[in-house]
């Protein structure tokens, strides 16, 4: 059914390209560099030898507190173009850090391979490529965000219809996709190694004040560590399908999109300020509109119900089998920190939160 068109000035129509997002791989970045300019080679020696040198204790033993201002400088002013802030985030570990062993082959993990590898060893690459992997299954969904507003904006029910239906298939694609975390990444090392890297200094009871970063500024700053809250991917499905989170919860995802791409915020904030998909559904009185919609948010529930067992597998029954095994003179993670997300937020609280609001969201017919 096409609805008769009004005699209003159409927005233009929402492209993958203005936000520098690819139509084959999505948020991921295509064919990212495996090795910078000459001139970095120092940088680069040091990164591919970095969880040696950790394992080692060769790197600077006071970096838990200060960043070298060799490092902070160019750290900051690189962070500074890119529009992020200087910290490990989601796009520098998964969207800039994958290769294809064969580029003849399929996109599976195992032609897949990291660019730069961090303590964890072969449960960090694991992790790594699996959420590289999600990002990839997304792609039919991030299509379906621009398709979908497109075609409310120009009132073809049946192409909303079909953007709803392939979003639906790409969300069940990431609950299968996520799956494969348990065949390659090992708990007690995501707990006791992957996580503590990558918690950042923000909300990190380890380092209450911050780091200082040597020749930027006295005080310390905080930033928080990479998390799947980074990830644009659920962003832009929430922002699509009207989704409203608790005010805790919804300041901590707002917070997040601060460490992302700029151009992928962009891309989110675009699609919230597109006309509502949930008005526009209501309006239109077409049931099969609205039971897709809520098919919609059906699977993006279960996928959050998916990602809250494997949290409890990787960090909540992790930590009671750390803290049972661990010998008291031995230390471990900070005690604070055991049932913290790598981004500072308490996670089972965090997950079911974000899991309810999304079957909040589901439409009746009377609304």
């Not at 007690?188 to 930027?216: H, M, Q």
């Not at 917070?255 to 300020?273: G, Q, V, W």
């Amino acid at each position: 059914m096409e609805l008769p068109s009004q005699n209003l000035k159409t927005p233009p129509l929402l492209t993958l390209g203005r936000f520098h997002i690819s139509e084959d791989y999505g948020f991921l970045l295509p064919n990212p560099l495996k090795e910078l300019p000459d001139h970095y080679r120092p940088w680069m020696e040091i990164v591919k030898e970095l969880p040696h040198l950790i394992e080692i204790h060769q790197l600077r033993t006071q970096v838990n507190k200060v960043l070298p201002r060799s490092l902070a400088l160019p750290f900051v002013e690189v962070s500074r173009q890119l529009g992020l802030p200087p910290i490990l985030v989601h796009s520098d570990l998964v969207l800039t850090n994958w290769m294809t062993r064969n580029p003849e082959r399929t996109l599976d993990i195992s032609n897949l391979d990291t660019i730069m590898l961090f303590p964890g060893g072969e449960s960090l690459r694991g992790f790594i490529l699996v959420t590289v992997l999600v990002e990839k299954v997304a792609v039919p969904g991030i299509k379906a965000l621009a398709q979908g507003v497109n075609s409310i904006l120009q009132r073809s029910q049946n192409s909303l219809l079909q953007a709803l239906q392939q979003l639906r298939l790409s969300i069940q694609d990431i609950t299968r996709t996520l799956g494969q975390m348990h065949d390659y990444v090992d708990p007690d090392i995501f707990y006791a190694v992957i996580r503590i890297f990558l918690s950042g200094w923000k909300d990190n009871p380890a380092l209450p004040a911050g780091l200082i970063y040597e020749g930027v500024s006295g005080e310390p700053l905080k930033y928080s560590g990479g998390s799947a809250a980074q990830s644009s991917v659920l962003h832009a499905f929430d922002a699509f399908l009207g989704v409203r989170h608790s005010k805790g919860s919804a300041e901590f995802l707002h917070r997040m999109r601060d460490y992302m791409p700029p151009s992928h915020k962009a891309f989110i904030e675009e699609i919230h300020l597109a006309p509502s998909l949930r008005d526009h559904i209501l309006a239109s009185g077409d049931g099969q509109l609205l039971a897709a919609y809520n098919q919609c948010l059906e699977a993006l529930a279960e996928l959050r119900s998916y990602h809250l067992t494997v949290v409890t597998k990787y960090i909540v029954t992790a930590a009671a089998k750390a803290k049972g095994k661990r010998p008291s003179h031995l230390p471990g993670p900070p005690r604070a920190l055991e049932g913290t997300g790598t981004g500072g937020t308490m996670v089972l609280s965090f997950l079911k939160s974000v899991r309810d609001k999304t079957l909040e969201a589901v439409l009746h017919q009377s609304d």
